[in-house]
């Protein structure tokens, strides 16, 4: 039997707030739904994210999240000599 591979630690990002309001009168709408009320979502976030390096950003509605990867280390080079 083989031994599993562990798996990857991942994080859950939580966001959460509370939407309502009225509808602008210069919206021409066929149909609209309202949604009133507190929401939560929640999103994994995988093992190759930056946890400490999560940013968001709100603004004219919009709700923006970096969710940077870490940079990768340099591979140190290595001289091989000549024979």
Partial sequence: M????PAPR???CAVDG???GVPHPED???RQERHYGQFIRQLTVGADVDAKAISAKFDHGVLTLELPK???LPEASKRITIQ
Avoid: D, Y
Avoid at 2 to 5: A, D, E, G, L, M
């Fill in 28 to 30: 021409v709408a066929i």
């Fill in 2 to 5: 083989t031994n599993p591979r």
């Fill in 10 to 12: 991942c994080s859950t």
């Fill in 70 to 72: 870490p940079r990768p």
């Fill in 18 to 20: 509370i939407c309502g």
